[in-house]
């Protein structure tokens, strides 16, 4: 559940060349593709989606039925089309499945999971994760075997359960209170009941301590769930429904919670307790939202529109694609992190320039479960929004892995936001606009 390739640029020169041949010969050349499909096939294994999806789009109708499948059910997946995912994958299963090999059926059907969990068919996301783990267990490490029984515990507990549903009669404008971590956060009510929660887009599920959710009457679903720690410890945490909850006039229903030990989400460094976290789900069911400056949270009645598709998500993660100095690239966007944190995918990228300009520190990160340091640095980081370069200092570079194998080169928070008058984010379109 858990590249740039570096060919690209060279390809884009040889797709000029090969366009400027079919303008003037009027077909298309032998294997070319092929070619393109290598090429998408690539930059998706990369996960440089934004690219592969430019390329894609040129090239659709050269590509054959089997490669525009293939390509179009991970592009789908990221761009958060999850019934046309899930369509491509059964065709590819039922029409193609002598044709494809082991390796992508596995993938296939380890995406398709989450797809059907975001229809909130929890049942076709058991079924589908179920045969993953019957047909192909002996491909999984110890670790992602557990991952994926993980999440396997999740939709068997919330099979038969209805799906999430947000009633919106008209526009919401909630304050945002900032608490003593300076995280956004969000009134959460219900018939007397009121609780501040952290509204945080890079939760993958909505988070409640116990005692929250004797409070507000969280209905309790069978079996446990170990959940990864920042420091690498696991907490074990139980699943829940919230039958109804509410954010002003904004009611979320049958939202799912996975409910923490409240020492999970305590800092007792600092003295500081979350009660609760609103997490991605409940929030991409949301369609768009905007923040303000002056931390005013709305969600509109009418949604707005925008030229830029900059936005996608990896897994349950929402990602952006910026350009800076150094190029243009994919982070992941939290608007639960206070600060702008760069990957060690960046320093390496920019090792050279970093190291002759900055020095090295201790830095220390924090998330739940605790407190850890890395070896980082500080930087000022330049990125470029509407063709104007924004200048952010003391942002984090770590020179270490926070986790392995991460192909992003950072994470984007609430300093960038910071910036602008008003951020926007559509889920329907697919986009991030700053004003």
Not at 97 to 123: A, Q
Not at 365 to 382: D, N, R, V
Request: charged letters at 25%; proline letters at 3%; glycine letters at 6%.
């Amino acid at each position: 559940m858990k590249k740039t390739a570096p060919i690209f640029l060279s390809s884009v020169f040889a797709l000029c060349l090969y366009l400027s041949g079919m303008n003037v010969y009027g077909q298309i050349p032998d294997g070319y593709g092929e070619d393109a499909y290598k090429e998408i096939d690539a930059l998706i294994e990369g996960k440089d989606f934004f690219r592969a999806r430019d390329l894609y789009r040129k090239n659709e109708d050269r590509l054959t039925e089997l490669h525009r499948l293939k390509s179009g059910f991970f592009l789908n997946n990221v761009f958060n089309r999850p019934d046309s995912c899930i369509h491509k994958m059964n065709m590819l299963l039922d029409k193609h499945g002598n044709e494809i090999s082991d390796s992508l059926k596995f993938r296939l059907l380890s995406i398709g999971h989450v797809n059907y969990s975001k229809i909130y068919n929890y049942r076709k996301a058991k079924e589908t994760l179920a045969l993953l783990l019957s047909e192909y267990e002996h491909w999984l490490s110890d670790a992602e075997e557990q991952d994926y029984k993980n999440t396997l515990a999740i939709w068997t507990a919330l099979e038969n359960q209805p799906g999430q549903q947000i009633e919106l009669n008209s526009t919401v404008n909630l304050k945002i209170a900032r608490d003593k971590a300076k995280l956004q956060n969000l009134l959460v009510s219900l018939e007397g009941e009121e609780q501040y929660f952290v509204f945080d887009t890079g939760a993958n599920l909505s988070t409640i301590t116990e005692t929250a959710a004797r409070r507000f009457g969280l209905k309790y679903l069978p079996g446990t769930v170990e959940v990864d720690a920042i420091t690498g410890n696991e907490i074990r945490s139980r699943i829940a429904i919230a039958p109804r909850l509410h954010l002003g006039s904004l009611t979320v229903r049958n939202a799912v919670f996975l409910v923490f030990p409240d020492e999970a989400l305590a800092f007792p460094e600092i003295d500081y307790q979350i009660h609760g976290i609103i997490g991605f789900p409940v929030i991409e069911g949301m369609k768009e939202i905007e923040i303000t400056r002056d931390d005013r949270f709305i969600v509109p009645d009418k949604r707005s529109t925008f030229s830029e598709r900059n936005l996608a998500i990896d897994f349950l993660t929402p990602l952006i694609y910026l350009k800076d100095k150094t190029g243009t690239g994919t982070y992941t966007f939290d608007t639960g992190a206070m600060s702008t944190m760069l990957y060690d995918t960046y320093y390496r990228k920019n090792k050279k320039e970093l190291d002759d300009t900055y020095r090295e520190e201790e830095v220390t990160i924090g998330g739940a479960g605790g407190l850890i340091s890395k070896k980082g640095m500080y930087i000022t980081f330049t990125p470029e929004i509407g063709q104007k370069q924004i200048s952010m200092d003391s942002v984090i570079v770590l020179r270490e892995a926070l986790k392995k194998d991460n192909p992003y080169l950072g994470n984007i928070g609430q300093d960038l936001m910071a910036k602008f008058e008003k951020v926007t984010f559509n889920f329907e379109d697919m986009f991030i606009r700053f004003d």
